[in-house]
């Protein structure tokens, strides 16, 4: 997976709502390490899952973005929940 990559696309595309980790829609469903885990999305193919299909307010990015690049910005997330978004 291309990390940086993931970055751009994360910023590009979803650091709207979840700039930092956070969730600005519904504040208790972060990308932070313990929020993921707790809600089983602590692996890239739970959030590859979730980017493509979307989940409740959070859109479907399948179509919108390649498969690839929707792997990168899972493994993007992953990785910063895992650093502390710092």
């Known amino acids: 997976a291309d990390i940086e990559n993931g970055e751009r696309i994360f910023t590009a595309n ?3 709502c979840h700039a930092g980790g ?3 829609i519904m504040p208790e469903k972060t990308l932070k390490k313990d929020a993921l ?3 089983g999305m602590n692996a890239v193919s739970a959030i590859t899952y979730q980017v493509t299909n979307g989940k409740n307010a959070m859109p479907a990015f399948g179509g ?7 792997e990168d910005v899972a493994n993007y997330v992953l990785s910063q929940s895992e650093q502390g978004w710092d």
């Not at 919108?64 to 929707?70: C, G, H, N, V």
């Open 22 to 24: 956070n969730n600005v």
């Open 64 to 70: 919108r973005l390649s498969d690839s690049d929707i």
């Open 14 to 16: 979803c650091a709207a």
């Open 37 to 39: 885990e707790a809600n």
